[in-house]
């Protein structure tokens, strides 16, 4: 079983630290009491439209194009049976147990939120199945980013009824129904409309876009940390960031980061030795950061904002609005809120913004590895020409930025149409929103080299970096030491780099040298 924190599920209040925190496995659910009332209303009218014989879509319909097709109220509970066994045909490799895990407390925020007419039993065993770490294996490519995320999420709600496969603690496979038996669990039996709810709705998608928020909130500062290191090691002027220059073009994220910046170099012995030095302007790639680094963290807070109202929607269709004094056919709207444009182009925006964040952190490598510019040895060796020093580390940089660059090719340049034409258009957001998830570990690795370049220029400079930069640098070098001769340096860059998407640094940082503007 999950231990200690509870997150508290009411389809209203979900937040992206929360969906992390039962990810990861450090936080149970529990539906709120709030939620309830929602939820049977909902799936009172459901029953009362298979009691009255109406014929309403997804409740005693057939699904996409086959929406003319009227089933029989004797074979409701096999159409959703049906409906999951189909859809669950996803390809590719397995989505990790805590993207699985953060799709599943997405899915059940939304249920909660009382639109979707589900039996509360299925709400229950999705609650059971966090709580109880039972993980379904989820092949990640299947969805179209309309009409929901309707492959990967039936091969979720293909385990809640007993059938498909569950990834077990050691990464193995087994049987659902084997998992199910041996603890005493007892699959869920679909009715009206159960098989729809769990599987028409954007939260693979959402679980992306999540994940990729949770990353970068604690990735971005610590891009401007390291654009602090470098210009420390580069002894770059810190005048580009006075606040009349950002009160004269007043944009929030630009104004943010040149705030950053002088609160990380305040009072930098470095800064201070060269104050008066002859030279006029720095590079495009020290001068602009705040420019760069700004617009970065302006397009962050459109996911920011994105995500806070996605995790908290209603997505799947139709929708179910109770009117318990007039009711009718008439509570239940057929609608789009399935399709994932929002997310898909706000992870696209994101993507190339990323892009570019790895751009400019690749060129301020360049500056501080030649000599002619930056007036340290070649490649920063201790003996250069006998040794290459971190000559490969800027090539190593630029791969992982080439790869940054496909990932900022928009995924949805793309549509296609599906079920005979009555679904012809989609947004590709599950493609989009996994594209941003691996941006985010391809900018890690180009900025975990501007770390261990930035670094090692330090050990040429007898003088003390500020503070945060002082305590920055010591971190990366409990993961890299100093180069004191030709070395692999492989397995640091990785440490590194996952170390930064971890996020711990950033708040271990602050606690010790005071916080970041936010």
Sequence with gaps: MV????????????????VLMVAQGRSKVEVSPDAWPGIHASRAVVERIVQNDETVYGINTGFGALVNQRISSDDLAQLQVNLIRSHATALGPLMTVTEVRAMMVIRLNSLCKGHSGIQPHCIE???LFLNSNIHPAVPRIGSLGASGDLAPLSHLALALIGEGELIQDDGTLALTSDVLFTLGIMPVQLTAKDGLSLINGTSQMAAYSTLSHQRLKHLLPLADMILCTSMEARKCSVSPSN??????????????????IRTLLNGSPIVISHSDCDRVQDAYSFRCAPQVHGAVLEAFHRLEEM?????????????????????????VVSQGNF????????????SLALFELGSISERRIDQMVDPARSELPAFLAQNSGLESGLMIVQYVAGASLGELRGHASPRTAFSTSTSAGQEDHVSMGATATWNLYQATERLAEVLACEAMVACQALEFEPLTPAPHISGFYKLVRTIIPPLEGDRSTSKELRTLSSTLLEGSWLARLESEYGRLPS
């Design 125 to 127: 065993q999705l609650v």
């Design 243 to 260: 606040e009349l220059v950002h009160k004269a073009r007043p944009h929030p994220g630009q104004s943010l980061v040149a705030q950053r």
């Design 3 to 18: 231990e200690g924190h509870t997150v508290f599920v009411d389809g209203e209040t979900l937040s992206p630290s929360e």
């Design 307 to 331: 995500i806070h109202t996605e995790l908290n929607s209603a997505t799947d269709n139709p929708l179910i609005f109770p009117t318990p004094e007039q009711p009718g056919v008439h509570e």
């Design 339 to 350: 399709h994932g444009e929002i997310l898909a182009l706000t992870a696209d925006f994101v």
